[in-house]
């Protein structure tokens, strides 16, 4: 049997700070999140779902049919002047076996592909977790996402095979989110790398020996004495001290500052990526648009910010790919009974890894397991809250925008770059006001749920009578410009929310298992999407008025902070760190 012991990188001494190694790894982890990210902001959210619904119209215009009765082509409708009331002329397509709706195909494309990234994900923690793989498993799916996304330039909407897009979309998003899953495994040692955390820890370290020393010299001291007093009798019981047992006042401080130093880091390099991800999404946007808007809308445009946004993600990565640490320094430790000879250490396999990690992810939610790290996962259940809560609230509000003010296409557009814009202030400004205030990563955290819940609780202001000043009329979320100025608000805190959220589960997962549990987290993230509009879908339908939604948003909101506040961190901290799996229990 044979034991992995991961080291740093060419076996350096954690008390040592390289500062050029750092920058290094640094720069190669913001080049990613600068490339990548890209494809969230101008594709996932905005160009492509749009772009699959127009490829499935277009080909309905020549071979789709009419409900209820799919007889009568929709050409025939659409070369006639005539119109057809709301849901009367709904085109459907075949394929395969099964007629679509052309307004449904993005959505079950979306879904499919957010399946088989919670599959992907759950297959690869193992191989992202072992060192010499990571790096090569990142950039494989980078490579998988930014092709998927490039190949949208070939294909147009003309050509018969014209499902392909979808399959094309499926693996963006798949390679997309499976990469960010390996990214984000490089948080925590990127976080003990910095020059902070480094000499915490040397400090930690040089109080731990010197407290060493000084009970040996005191255990030595007393066992001298007790043999001058007792003489031969020196192994009574009363001789046993109990100094060593304890932990020195001036370790413990050195150890929570050591815990805040690493806790600071880790919320400044997640929430610097948060911004710079944003940054180059929204240039790219800009970017986008244009072609977008001199085209009016055509399936060309919107291949074309699709594969430009493809273009970007695989350009930039190239810098990450070269920055970003390879494999670490493994020293394999060989175990088991002498007398059967030298154990010879299995040879690794992708399969094998596989298989196990799927057996895995099943021991990681038994119960048992569950109540070892029980900080780790009520954090969890607060993230499928609150994850869920702060993507229903952009999604609502943006359709509250839409529908209820009769906002227009260029209005909400203009709201898509704002929101991003002000995350990027508030992934920058959080952390210096963190530093400042001498908050922990929780505290943060909460006040920006709480800030958050500000937002829908403001909406349902709206049924209240409207504040007016001669002609400007304000309150309750009933004009544009309150929905411009909420936009700024809200992505002020949804852009330091981002960062800080993975970046406080950081500290609760066990050291060499990043990709894995980060895999969870993006687990819980997908898992939960479904919940909040599903709700606010029943609400409008129910009660005819959207804004009832605001209500059960707060409601949604406020439910997660309690579970939130009751994370201990110091305790899931040393849970995490004495973590260690053991199958066979």
């Not at 494989?140 to 147009?156: D, E, H, R, V, Y």
Request: hydrophobic share 50%.
């Amino acid at each position: 049997m044979s034991t992995i012991v991961l080291l740093p990188e060419d076996g350096d001494d954690i008390t040592k700070y390289d500062e050029r190694k750092y920058k290094r790894h640094y720069r190669g982890w913001l080049s990613y999140a600068f490339a990548s990210e890209v494809f969230v902001i101008v594709s996932l959210t905005l160009f492509l779902p749009i772009c699959l619904e127009q490829f499935a119209r277009q080909v309905v215009a020549n071979n789709g049919y009419l409900l209820p009765d799919r007889m009568q082509p929709c050409k025939a409708v659409q070369n006639t002047s005539s119109t057809a009331e709301p849901g009367q002329a709904r085109c459907v397509v075949k394929i395969g076996w099964v007629w679509v709706d052309t307004a449904s195909f993005s959505l079950y494309v979306y879904s499919i592909s957010v399946a088989l990234q919670a599959l992907t994900v759950i297959s690869m923690g193992g191989i992202a977790d072992h060192p010499p793989h990571r790096k090569r498993l990142l950039f494989a799916f980078a490579a998988l996402g930014s092709l998927s996304a490039m190949f949208f330039l070939a294909i147009p909407s003309s050509l018969p095979f014209w499902p392909v897009v979808g399959l094309l979309a499926m693996c963006a998003n798949v390679g997309f989110g499976a990469s960010i899953v390996a990214l984000n495994a490089y948080i925590p040692s990127l976080a003990r790398s910095t020059r902070e955390a480094v000499a915490a820890q040397a400090e930690v370290v040089r109080l731990r020996e010197l407290h060493a020393r000084r009970i040996g010299v005191e255990t030595e001291v007393d066992h001298e004495g007790a043999s001058n007093a007792l003489g031969d009798d020196a192994t009574d019981p009363l001789l046993t001290t109990s100094t060593s047992d304890t932990v020195h006042p001036d370790v413990l401080a050195a150890k929570l500052a050591h815990d805040t130093a690493l806790s600071t880091a880790t919320a400044r390099i997640s929430s610097h990526g948060i911004a710079l991800g944003y940054g180059a999404g929204i240039f790219m946007l800009l970017l986008a648009l244009i072609p977008v808007t001199r085209l009016g809308g055509s399936t060309f445009a919107l291949r074309l910010a699709v594969g430009l946004s493809g273009v970007w993600w695989a350009l930039f990565s190239i810098p990450a790919a070269i920055w970003l640490p390879g494999a670490m320094a493994a020293r394999i430790v060989l175990t088991g009974d002498p007398d059967e000879g030298e154990a010879v250490p299995e040879k690794w396999s992708a399969s094998r890894e596989i298989v196990a990690a799927w057996k895995r992810l099943g021991g990681m939610l038994r119960w048992r397991e569950i109540k070892r790290l029980r900080n780790t996962f009520i954090y969890l259940a607060a993230w499928f809250l609150l994850s869920d809560g702060f993507t229903t609230i952009t999604s609502t509000a943006l359709l509250f925008g839409k529908t209820t003010l009769g906002m227009p296409p260029s209005a909400l557009i203009l709201i898509g770059v704002l929101t991003p814009s002000a995350g990027i202030l508030g992934s920058l400004a959080w952390p210096v006001l963190q530093r400042r205030l001498a908050w922990s990563n929780l505290r943060i955290l909460v006040v920006l749920v709480v800030m958050a819940s500000l937002i829908p609780a403001y909406g349902c202001l709206g049924f209240l009578p409207v504040f007016q000043h001669g002609n400007v009329r304000f309150g309750g979320l009933t004009t544009w410009g309150e929905m411009y100025v909420l936009a700024v608000y809200f992505g002020s805190v949804y852009g330091a929310f981002q960062g800080y959220a993975r970046a406080f589960y950081a500290e609760l997962i066990p050291p060499g298992e990043e990709a894995r549990w980060y895999g969870l987290f993006s687990i819980t993230d997908k898992s939960s999407s479904f919940v909040g509009p599903l709700f606010v879908g029943l609400i409008a339908d129910t009660t005819g008025n959207i804004r009832y939604a605001f209500f059960f948003l707060v409601f949604m909101v406020w439910l997660a902070v309690p579970i939130l506040m009751s994370v201990d961190v110091e305790r899931g901290r040393e849970d995490a760190r004495q973590y260690i799996y053991n199958q066979d229990l």
